[in-house]
T-cell receptor, first 110, second 113 residues
Framework: KQEVTQIPAALSVPEGENLVLNCSFT??????LQWFRQDPGKGLTSLLL?????REQTSGRLNASLDKSSGRSTLYIAASQPGDSATYLC?????????FGKGNQVVVIP | DAGVIQSPRHEVTEMGQEVTLRCKPI?????LFWYRQTMMRGLELLIY????????DSGMPEDRFSAKMPNASFSTLKIQPSEPRDSAVYFC???????????FGPGTRLLVL
């Protein structure tokens, strides 16, 4: 069974700093990896999807990398803003199932 | 498109009552997923459908839970009888294919007293 771990569970950073969020998974036989954002009381919004053949994906201030062999992904958010405050979830797709980590709860302090 | 639509947004019920959650996927999407989110266990896949057919229901916790997709634009998740431990946020998501990006609805927050 795929296990997805996100550490730390919560973190606070001052505005303007770069954010680094880590995700690890136990089974490297994956189809893709996705990063989602969840705001309090809301659903999930997909941020980036990395196919298993890719090493990274970029969208604006967001960059996600994937190292399948070591079972790791990192989400970088450059020059963080208060609007980036949310919970970020990593999800790994394999065998038609999406396995989620429990998320990194981020607070960006103005 | 309005995105994935779920109803009701909030549900409070008493133990033993039947609960029905509803989902309308994005038009044209042929995969539909039901998830449950709790603080303790995070997000868990309950069941998913492809072209209205249940493909994987191994996440359905027990016989009290059932899900149907009578057509491409509607799905229900039913809990009968409900128990306090079923209290959670239930999300529906849809995608073009089962390996594609999933789009989530706003969720139904269920409280069973």
């Amino acid at each position: 069974k795929q296990e997805v771990t996100q550490i730390p569970a919560a973190l606070s950073v001052p505005e303007g700093e770069n954010l680094v969020l880590n995700c690890s998974f136990t089974d490297s036989a994956i189809y893709n990896l996705q990063w989602f954002r969840q705001d309090p009381g809301k659903g999930l919004t997909s941020l980036l999807l990395i196919q298993s053949s890719q090493r990274e994906q970029t969208s604006g201030r967001l960059n996600a990398s994937l190292d399948k062999s070591s079972g790791r992904s990192t989400l970088y958010i450059a020059a963080s803003q208060p609007g980036d405050s949310a919970t970020y979830l990593c999800a790994v797709q394999g065998n038609n199932r999406l396995a989620f980590g429990k998320g990194n709860q981020v607070v960006v302090i103005p | 498109d309005a995105g994935v639509i779920q109803s009701p947004r909030h549900e409070v019920t008493e133990m033993g009552q039947e609960v029905t959650l509803r989902c309308k996927p994005i038009s044209g999407h042929n995969s539909l997923f039901w998830y449950r989110q709790t603080m303790m266990r995070g997000l868990e896949l309950l069941i998913y459908f492809n072209n209205n057919v249940p493909i994987d229901d191994s996440g359905m916790p027990e016989d009290r839970f059932s899900a149907k997709m009578p057509n491409a634009s509607f799905s229900t998740l039913k809990i009968q009888p409900s128990e306090p431990r079923d209290s959670a946020v239930y999300f529906c998501a849809s995608s073009l294919g089962d390996q594609e990006t999933q789009y989530f609805g706003p969720g139904t927050r269920l409280l069973v007293l």
